[in-house]
Every structure is written in structure tokens, then in C-alpha cells.
């Protein structure tokens, strides 16, 4: 069983602090990686992926990868209150079929 | 740019019924994925439609069927209704063999069985 595991928080974290999300798989057979953001009632929003070993940037959001330890990890930078969501992840293996596998979420909560 | 739309919003079912859902991908997109959100849960993958085909298939039961049209829409038809199919049903869209990984979502149906 190909598992996908986060953190379900909440990750409570003030206004303009750096919130740290984690994310581990089980499968090294991953080639790709996501982060969605989905606010509560709504469908999930893609914010960014990845899929080399390292960090990628774009704009207050940093994903982070490490295949070897099987783990990718997302940093919402100055964060604010309208980051306020869950945040899910999820990974990609195309031998395993064309689709997303994602873990449950973690709920994170801006206080301003 | 039109995105991924789903109809309808929202849906009150009683068990044993039946239920069609529709989704039209975003524009551009050829493949359509289904998913199911139970609350407080992450998405469950159901199936995947590319050219008119079921290419991939979740741990979801025969009673979760589907369709893919030559517009590339698609529904998703769940038979005997039971109370656990309660959730969002979420479609998202990918382009396939560019990046069938990339999967933009529409804003879900939520269906209620009582």
C-alpha cells in the first residue's frame, strides 16, 4: 500500500512567521510532487511542484525534496491570515498509473 | 481560459438511488480523473478517462462507473447509493503525455445520501 503521510495539525503559527509543513512517502518509485492548498469547502488549488532533489522557490512558497529520505516539505514564508487552509501533498508515479496519491492534509491556522 | 466545471454543486440523494455527475475539463485538457474527499480526508483517486477510456482505476467498487465524451467531458455515475458515497467528488483535469501529472481541479460536487 502506497501511503502518503502529513501531519493533520493544526499548525497554529502568527502572522508574518515561516509555517513549516511536512510530507513522507512510502513509495521511492515517486517521481513527482505536489502541493495543493484547499480552503475549507472548496476544491484543492495546485501551488507548486517538484520533482528534483532540493529546493524550488516561487514567491513566499519553498518546496523542499529529499528522494533519499523520502520526504518533500513546503515553507509558507511571512506568512498571512488568508494562508489559513489545509494543505495537501501529493506524489506522482507514473509506473503506478497515471495519478495522484495524496496524504490527509495539514490544517494550518495564521493568527494575526 | 475557461478552468474545470463541474455540475451540479451541490446533491441530496437517498440510499439506494442513483446519481450522474458531469465535468468538463479545462480548456486544452484531454484527460479527466475523478476523485473522492470524504471530510476531514484527502482525496481518494476513483478513475481516470483519456481518449474515451477508463485508464486507471482506484480501489473504489464496480457500482463506480464512467464515461468520457469526444469533447473530452466526462460523468461519473454511482449506482446503489450508499451512506459512505457522502462526500466531495472532485474532478481535475491534465494534459496527457506533457503532463498528466499536472491536474487543475474543479470546484467538486458535494453529494449527501441520506
Known amino acids: 500500500q502506497k501511503e502518503v503521510e502529513q501531519n493533520s495539525g493544526p499548525l497554529s503559527v502568527p502572522e508574518g512567521a515561516i509555517a513549516s509543513l511536512n510530507c513522507t512517502y512510502s513509495?521511492?518509485?515517486?517521481?513527482?510532487f505536489f502541493w495543493y492548498r484547499q480552503y475549507s469547502g472548496k476544491s484543492p488549488e495546485l501551488i507548486m511542484f517538484?520533482?528534483?532533489?532540493g529546493d524550488k522557490e516561487d514567491g513566499r512558497f519553498t518546496a523542499q525534496l529529499n528522494k533519499a529520505s523520502q520526504y518533500v516539505s513546503l515553507l509558507i514564508r511571512d506568512s498571512q491570515p488568508s494562508d489559513s487552509a489545509t494543505y495537501l501533498c501529493?506524489?506522482?508515479?507514473?509506473?503506478?498509473?497515471?495519478?495522484?496519491?495524496f496524504g490527509g492534509g495539514t490544517r494550518v491556522l495564521v493568527k494575526p | 481560459d475557461a478552468g474545470v466545471t463541474q455540475s451540479p454543486t451541490h446533491l441530496i440523494k437517498t440510499r439506494g438511488q442513483q446519481v450522474t455527475l458531469r465535468c468538463s475539463p479545462k480548456?486544452?485538457?484531454?484527460?479527466v480523473s475523478w476523485y473522492q474527499q470524504a471530510l476531514g480526508q484527502g482525496p481518494q483517486f476513483i478513475f481516470q478517462?483519456?481518449?474515451?477510456?477508463?485508464?486507471q482505476r482506484g480501489n473504489f467498487p464496480d457500482r463506480f462507473s464512467g464515461h468520457q465524451f469526444p469533447n473530452y467531458s466526462s460523468e461519473l455515475n454511482v449506482n446503489a447509493l450508499l451512506l459512505g458515497d457522502s462526500a466531495l467528488y472532485l474532478c481535475?483535469?491534465?494534459?496527457?503525455?506533457?503532463?498528466?501529472?499536472?491536474?487543475?481541479f474543479g470546484p467538486g460536487t458535494r453529494l449527501t445520501v441520506t
Open positions: 481535475a483535469s491534465s494534459l496527457a503525455g506533457v503532463a498528466f501529472y499536472e491536474q487543475y
Open positions: 478517462y483519456y481518449e474515451e477510456e477508463e485508464r
Open positions: 517538484i520533482y528534483s532533489n
Open positions: 501529493a506524489v506522482f508515479d507514473r509506473t503506478a498509473g497515471n495519478k495522484l496519491t
Open positions: 480548456s486544452g485538457h484531454d484527460t
Open positions: 513509495d521511492r518509485g515517486s517521481q513527482s
